[in-house]
């Protein structure tokens, strides 16, 4: 470290590989001073002008504004605001073409000043040194401040970057033709670019502060020397005169000797790198408590009449700039947002400017020629000679064209600066600059596609997980869980275990061990299956009942079908079952006549009886009164079967004979006279019969 610092400032340069010597082209702006532009008609403030997500609205419609208001508010990470660059009326806020190839529309707001310029008020702050770390980083962040020299990175994420820094660059090369607007910033401000890189210091401390400038601009170098005397810990370093010795990993390797990671970023080797205008700006910010609203733009080419650098509010339309310096434009007149090298043609000049453009170049067809037809690769390697980066051009080509992607990023694609080198020094005019940048669009297509679809699939996953388990929580609830067992319980399993195995010992016993373990065994299979099943049983008996009662109910009605269908076709002999019943019921009732005949005149005699025999007489009277009941019982029971059976069976015989149908009549009339004769006659039995009882229950 001591021995780089020492090289250092002795002034040594190191190389870094290709480059290009185009011609410069720079005295065309850089001899007058900088000059401000009358105000526009209209201002067009892109909202978005950073590397970053855009800050929330603050303004509507009609609203009047002040010079140096907050337009919006940052509202995420590496979002910086925009502000009013002169006072007036908010005309609208719409989509507007935006600065880029496509010039695709982009939400701006749209004011039309009202001549007057008045500012909001300001914060000053006259000692920088008396504020905190966040206090700056704050300042920094609200004045909504991003890299001025292209990329539009936010300035507060540098700047208050966890990583220790070594060496603090300030990028003033300025390499690319024709621009010369940190030239003349840096020989006409360099009092206050000084201020701004003190600043950074204050807020990295680095070990050293080296200042980048080419070797063509002596008048930014001498001044730039005058500024920093008084500051050992910058040092203003000239370098050679090489296309792009202005980018970033490119001016790294010249003043320090260090190679930035493929992957990395200079933090990761302890270098920050910053541009002069943005330094500018800082100190503005925080000396002046200005936003950054305006900055110096070149307006060069062969076709303006009064080219030069001019301080231009942002938003205000490129036309605008064109029109005060002299623009005659010549037949399909091309307009270049930036410099012939990495700059862009722009689609129409009804854009505003932002704070990343630092040129405006309008040339005629002799100083930029239209490019010829593109022809075949003749494999020359003139642009891998040329590359700043070491990569290999022609082959990064070739799998751009066949959208072989997996190889473009083994081949680094992602390192090419895009500077157009190897597209200056192709012989067959290929456009390779433009391949890389159609194809790294792409890339970054396909990498967020597949990080949706990945975040898409855990969303699924996270779903069918989260499913599952309530399926399982569902099917777990119905489950019967085992009732687990006390102390006694156990002790009684235990003594019933005991007592199997003393009779296993005997041998007599075998098969009621077996029946024994058998009936353990599906008790046991019966407990799992209640743990597993719900419990059913219920359900199970009744739907049984169910069949059986249907079982039942079926056979019944086959009976019955098959009684009617072999009904007897001979009258007679159901006449005859109907008289033997008749007969049955009569020798019953005298039965039990005579059974009270004898109980009553026992009693009736004078001489005394033997208690012993009345018992047992009483006792027979009982059991023949019994006897009698119930053979009177069934005879009710069997008459209306027979009754049934005679009334089904004129049905079955309509065929037959007049005389049998007389004779079937006559008996189902003498039969109903029989039937209440004996219901008179058993009614009678069964009161003597409770008498009878009764006068025995007495003797005895």
């Known amino acids: 470290m001591d021995k780089l610092l020492e090289q250092i400032k002795k002034g040594t340069v190191w190389a870094f590989p290709g480059g290009i010597h185009p011609p410069q082209q720079k005295s065309l702006s850089n001899s007058a001073s900088i000059t401000r532009l009358p105000l526009p008609d209209k201002l067009i403030v892109a909202l978005k002008q950073h590397i970053g997500a855009n800050g929330k609205l603050l303004v509507e419609k009609g609203q009047h504004v002040l010079k140096g208001q907050p337009l919006t508010a940052p509202a995420a990470n590496w979002s910086v605001p925009v502000h009013a660059p002169s006072s007036g009326v908010v005309t609208d806020i719409a989509p507007m073409p935006s600065a880029h190839p496509s010039a695709l529309p982009e939400l701006s707001v749209i004011i039309e000043p009202d001549g007057k310029d008045e500012w909001v008020a300001l914060n000053k702050n006259k000692n920088p040194a008396e504020l905190s770390h966040d206090e700056l980083i704050n300042i920094i962040h609200q004045a909504g401040i991003s890299g001025m020299g292209g990329a539009g990175f936010p300035t507060y994420v540098k700047a208050d970057t966890k990583q220790p820094i070594e060496f603090l660059i300030v990028n003033a090369v300025e390499c690319e033709p024709y621009i010369t607007a940190d030239d003349v910033l840096m020989r006409e401000h360099a009092k206050e670019v000084i201020q701004g890189i003190e600043i950074m210091q204050q807020l990295l401390n680095p070990t050293l502060c080296i200042v980048g400038i080419e070797d063509n601009k002596p008048e930014a170098i001498a001044a730039m020397k005058q500024a920093a005397e008084h500051n050992s810990k910058i040092i203003i370093q000239t370098v050679p005169t090489i296309y792009p010795s202005g980018g970033e990993k490119q001016l790294i390797k010249l003043l320090t000797n260090r190679e930035v990671p493929s992957i990395g970023i200079p933090a990761d080797i302890g270098i920050l790198v910053h541009n002069t205008g943005t330094l500018f700006a800082v100190q503005q910010a925080v000396y002046e408590g200005k936003p950054l609203i305006e900055r110096i733009v070149t307006v060069t080419g062969n076709t303006i009449h009064k080219p030069g650098n001019v301080w231009a509010l942002l938003g205000t339309e490129i036309k605008h700039l064109l029109d005060c310096q002299g623009f005659s434009p010549v037949p399909q007149q091309s307009v270049v947002m930036g410099g012939p090298m990495m700059g862009f043609t722009l689609p129409t000049v009804r854009i505003g400017i932002v704070k990343t453009t630092n040129c405006i170049l309008a040339p005629d067809h002799k100083e930029l020629a239209e490019p010829g037809p593109e022809k075949a690769c003749i494999r020359c390697s003139a642009c891998a000679d040329a590359c700043p980066a070491s990569l290999l051009p022609q082959q990064l080509q070739w799998f751009a064209k066949s959208k072989e992607y997996d190889k473009l990023q083994e081949h680094n694609l992602f390192d090419c600066i895009e500077c157009g080198a190897c597209a200056y020094v192709c012989p067959s005019e290929i456009p390779l600059v433009q391949y890389y940048r159609i194809a790294k669009v792409e890339i970054k297509e396909q990498q967020a596609d597949k990080i949706k679809a990945d975040r898409a699939k855990e969303r699924f996953d996270a779903r069918k997980e989260r499913l599952d388990r309530e399926q399982e929580e569902r099917q777990n609830r119905h489950k019967r869980k085992p009732a687990a067992k006390s102390a006694d319980e156990k002790q009684k399993v235990a003594e019933a275990l005991a007592r199997v195995k003393n009779k296993s010992d005997n041998g007599d016993e075998k098969s009621a061990v077996a029946a024994a373990i058998a009936r353990a065994k599906a008790k046991k299979l019966g407990d799992q299956s209640a743990e597993l099943e719900p419990d059913n049983s219920e359900v199970a008996k009744e739907r049984a009942l169910r069949k059986e009662q249907a079982r039942k109910y079926k056979e019944q009605k086959s009976q019955t079908d098959e009684s009617a269908d072999t009904a007897p076709v001979d009258d007679k002999k159901s006449a005859v079952a109907a008289a033997i019943a008749r007969a049955k019921a009569k020798k019953a009732a005298q039965a039990l006549d005579n059974a009270e005949q004898a109980a009553s005149e026992e009693p009736q005699t004078d001489a005394p009886v033997d208690d012993k025999k009345a018992a047992v007489a009483a006792a027979i009277a009982r059991a023949k009164a019994k006897k ?73």
């Open 628 to 700: 009698a009941a119930k053979a009177l019982d069934v005879t009710e029971q069997t008459q209306p079967q027979e009754l049934q059976v005679d009334s089904a069976a004129p049905k079955s015989a309509e065929s037959n004979t007049d005389d049998s149908s007389v004779l079937i009549n006559a008996d189902k009339s003498k039969s109903a006279d029989d039937k209440k004769k004996a219901a008179v006659a058993a009614a009678i039995a069964r009161a003597k019969a409770k008498k009878l009882q009764k006068e025995g229950n007495n003797q005895s």
